[in-house]
């Protein structure tokens, strides 16, 4: 069977305590009424969450059943025989009305010891106000040592690098690397499909419940990359903007007509700037859809002379 329409998925919202309400004024999402919500999921296969197509001839299908019993119509033949028993990345956006914790993903070499998942994601900075900053990596010459003292003193912030940010900027964060979200920033997170985070620090902050929240002391220093120091930021125009074994995302201005899909390949658009419109659907900026790979006539088109996306893709 071909499609010949892209899909277009519910996105699933998330309260978080550090979470807003700026995913409404600056996409004109609609969210829960009454809740800081941190995060919207536009694209996850997890057990205990799924993504579902809301309209079309694949209404009602869940993102799960679509890769396990579509998976060549939909995204192509080459995944095929790929072994992941679950769609393998994750799409979000996030709103930081305050700053979130400092935290640490787990590397693959070690994840399934630590009981969790392994986790390297991507932030593209959609809309970062005026002085917006990012916590990530290590300033040059915090040892481990040191790091374990400020943290008992409470001063975590002393040893992580600060990252000024602007909208249109991007950063990589592998596995490994110690790192938080400052407030002010709208980000759209391109990430492994996992859902396991280790917060070494959170700022003396409680959670929704009025208590402490959690935090994983052990687990983020056995995780933690005390090698890595003062990564930066990028600015890219077009081209490239995170490349690695798990996702490639590339930044998109169009200009003119462009075939939506390459090589038979499903592609996840985020639409950032103008109106794009491709099948018999038009989408505008903070909407996500996905070409399916059967959709081979497929073209992306700017409506009024210009507009510029992200373009998700997964390697074979």
């Not at 930021?233 to 462009?258: D, N, W």
Request: glycine share 8%; charged share 25%.
């Amino acid at each position: 069977m071909s499609l010949q329409d892209s899909l277009v998925f519910e996105p699933l919202a998330m309260e978080r305590v550090w979470g807003g309400r700026r995913l409404e004024a600056v996409f004109g999402k609609r969210l829960p009424q009454g809740a800081p919500i941190g995060e919207l999921w536009e694209l996850v296969d997890r057990e205990d969450a799924q993504s579902v197509v809301h309209q079309g001839e694949l209404q009602g299908a869940t993102l799960n059943e679509l890769w396990k019993n579509r998976r060549a119509e939909v995204f192509g033949e080459d995944y095929v025989t790929s072994e992941a028993p679950r769609f393998p990345i994750l799409i979000k956006l996030l709103d930081a009305r305050e700053r979130l914790s400092v935290q640490v993903h787990p590397p693959v070499s070690m994840a399934a010891a630590l009981n969790g998942e392994p986790k390297t994601e991507m932030w593209y900075f959609a809309d970062a106000l005026p002085g917006a900053t990012i916590y990530a990596g290590l300033k040059h010459g915090v040892t481990r040592d040191r790091f374990e003292t400020l943290l008992r003193e409470g001063h975590v912030a002393e040893a992580l690098h600060v990252v000024p940010v602007s909208t249109g900027d991007s950063i990589f964060i592998p596995s490994g690397r110690l790192h938080a979200i400052g407030e002010g920033n709208v980000i759209v997170e391109v990430q492994q499909n996992s859902d396991t985070t280790y917060r070494v620090f959170d700022w003396n902050r409680v959670g929704l419940d009025g208590s402490p929240r959690k935090l994983h002391i052990e687990e983020s220093m056995v995780s933690t990359d005390f090698a890595d120091f003062e990564p930066g930021v990028q600015h890219v125009e077009q081209g490239t903007v995170a490349e690695c074994p798990y996702f490639k995302v590339e930044k998109v201005s169009l200009e003119g007509r462009i075939p939506a899909i390459e090589n038979n390949r499903f592609a996840v658009y985020t639409v950032l700037e103008g109106k794009v419109t491709v099948g018999s659907r038009s989408f505008v900026p903070g909407e996500f859809f996905l070409v399916p790979a059967s959709f081979a006539s497929a073209t992306l088109a700017p409506v009024d002379g210009k507009a510029v996306v992200l373009r998700t893709t997964l390697p074979v």
